[in-house]
């Protein structure tokens, strides 16, 4: 079998072979923007991600993949998708044979991603997962290893890395700008209304507030500190009786224990609408409110919130946050490096998570592995 990638650096070496060379992959060429296939059309894929590649210098959208052909047609006629980049779940595993896609970005329900993006790692495919990465550590490892024996890159859909609030706070935190790091609490929450919604199904969702929106605090709290947990201890309040709930938590509290000494504070809840986060240090605070919603980012530095204290940051290299990391993984593969949100990452937060839910139920501490 031909490694195209050590032909790839050969061909490079000597200096001989133009970008678009035969044999050369098609990513090598630095001037050709990387194809995107978005799977799954629902409100984020289509509302939040596809309407941004008009912004992006690295990538385009050349591919859909839906269960509603209609839909994937009027989609791929709006923003330029070829017929031959319509699919459905059925002939998926077809995306093997299209040279224009580089990329899949899976957009679908949390139970969805393991077998979506196994099957695209062996389609030969880099692949962008939406957090959370899967239902369990189970599948998470398998989805690394599926990307690892392909050959290919697996990265989180964490969009709150490449935006500039947040970039700048861990920026501030890591040079000292508040000392040395005490306690860090987040408060991420919002109001789910329909209890017939899949993330209202734990076995589509892998649980409630905490795998898709507490995740958001476990980020900050694992990004802002620059450290790996030692031990959780949680508590969840749900009621039980209302519809909403019947299969899912609405609040828990987690704590999270830093090897520094660190202390964090979290909470998820889909009763409330909160998003925020603040990290103290011995010589002042940085605090985010909101901290990691779509827009509308404002940032305290040093004291308390006043207009002395509110800091802006600068605006960064890409148009905004889902631009960013969809940049990033073109970029990185490109440039074949490791993304700043790899499998590994996604993995580490299921692995919290499953011990934050195991000391909710066994209500202990539990402390987790290194």
Known sequence: ?????????????????????????????????????????????????????????????????????????????????????????QNYDGIRDNPDIDIVYICLPVFMHAEYTIRAAQAGKHVMCEKPM??????????????????????????????????????LARSGAIGKLRYFRSEHGFIARDPNAWRMKKAQSGGGSLMDIGIYALQAARYMTGEEPVAVFAKETTDRSDPRFREVEDMIDFQLEFPSGVIGSCMSMYSANRNQFVLMGDKGRI????????????????????????????????????????????????????????????????????????????????????
Request: charged content about 25%; aromatic content about 6%; overall charge positive.
């Open 134 to 171: 899967a239902i369990s550590v189970a599948e998470c490892e398998q989805m690394i290893a599926a990307c690892r024996k392909a050959g290919k890159k697996l990265m989180l859909g964490y969009r709150s890395r490449f935006e500039p609030h947040n970039v700048e706070a861990i920026r």
């Open 287 to 370: 605090e985010l409110e909101p901290a990691t919603a779509y827009s509308g980012q404002r940032m305290w530095v040093g004291g308390e919130r006043s207009e002395k204290t509110l800091v802006t940051p600068p605006a960064g290299p890409y148009a905004n946050q889902w631009v960013g990391q969809l940049d990033h993984m073109a970029q990185c593969v490109k440039d074949n490096r490791e993304t700043i949100v790899p499998g590994e990452e996604g993995l580490r937060d299921i692995r919290i998570i499953e011990a934050v839910y195991r000391s909710a139920r066994e209500q202990k501490r539990i402390a987790l592995r290194g």
């Open 1 to 89: 079998m031909i490694d195209l990638n050590r032909r790839g650096l050969v061909m490079a070496a000597g200096g001989v072979l133009a970008a678009g060379a035969v044999g050369m992959p098609a990513w090598a060429n630095p001037e050709r923007k990387l194809g995107y296939a978005i799977v799954g059309l629902g409100g984020y894929g289509l509302g939040r991600i596809i309407p941004q590649f008009k912004e992006c210098r690295h990538s385009r959208l050349v591919a859909l993949v839906s269960g509603d052909p209609a839909k994937a047609k009027k989609v791929a006629a709006e923003y330029g998708v070829p017929e031959r980049g319509i699919y459905h779940y």
